[in-house]
């Protein structure tokens, strides 16, 4: 079955540590994104990839970092510098381009960080 | 700049009743509307979207939504509710012309659907 897996599902890490979201989609979509879900403020866009070996910020990329050496993986690196990285971290991919269809997402399953 | 607005944080029906959840918009030029829904600990699923044409939408499980461009609105609607469809619902909006091609997605609405 095509689809995202995103790893792991939960993670604790204390204050000040790195930690990386594994994102692996086989549905052979170009685009690519990270989404952070607080409640009650909807998703928040942190990068997206349109193509391999090319990203670019969303609306909240300061204290994250992403890679994408291959089309079908996307991690997100959550670094000590983001302030508040206590989040439901969702994973996503589409079709690339500007037409509509590029904007039908299939997303993972999410990761759940808890910063102690 | 685009935004999307959904009053209700959280909507409750009985079971077999019709259910409205609501959603107004504000783009620049045209807008390409979306609704997804989001079931626990789950991520998002893409319900239906309205492009151009027909102002009603027909989508997955049901679901319906109309684009109403005076009103500036998008509202999901079921003419039956299912305790299956309690969940969270997100609408989203892109502006269809030049510029980010990125959704901006609403906070969402819970609804539940009471047996």
């Known amino acids: 079955d095509g689809g995202i897996t995103q790893s792991p599902k939960y993670l604790f890490r204390k204050e000040g540590q790195n930690v990386t979201l594994s994102c692996e989609q086989n549905l052979n979509h170009d685009a690519m994104y990270w989404y952070r879900q607080d409640p009650g403020q909807g998703l928040r866009l942190i990068y997206y990839s349109q193509i391999v070996n090319d990203f670019q910020k969303g609306d909240i990329a300061e204290g994250y970092s992403v890679s994408r050496e291959k089309k079908e993986s996307f991690p997100l690196t959550v670094t000590s510098a983001q302030k508040n990285p206590t989040a439901f971290y969702l994973c996503?991919?589409?079709?690339?381009?500007?037409?509509?269809?590029?904007?039908?997402?299939?997303f993972g399953a999410g990761s759940r960080l808890t910063v102690l | 700049a685009q935004s999307v607005a959904q009053p209700e944080d959280q909507v409750n029906v009985a079971e077999g009743n019709p259910l409205t959840v609501k959603c107004t918009y504000s783009v620049s030029g045209n807008p390409y509307l979306f609704w997804y829904v989001q079931y626990p600990n789950r991520g998002l699923q893409f319900l239906l979207k309205y492009i151009t044409g027909d102002n009603l939408v027909k989508g997955s499980y049901g679901f319906e939504a109309e684009f109403n461009k005076s009103q500036t609105s998008f509202h999901l609607k079921k003419p039956s509710a299912l305790v299956s469809d309690s969940a969270l619902y997100f609408c989203a909006v892109r502006e269809s012309g030049a510029g980010s091609y990125q959704l901006t997605f609403g906070k969402g609405t819970k609804l539940s659907v009471i047996p």
């Open positions: 996503a991919s589409s079709h690339r381009g500007r037409g509509s269809g590029a904007n039908v997402l299939t």
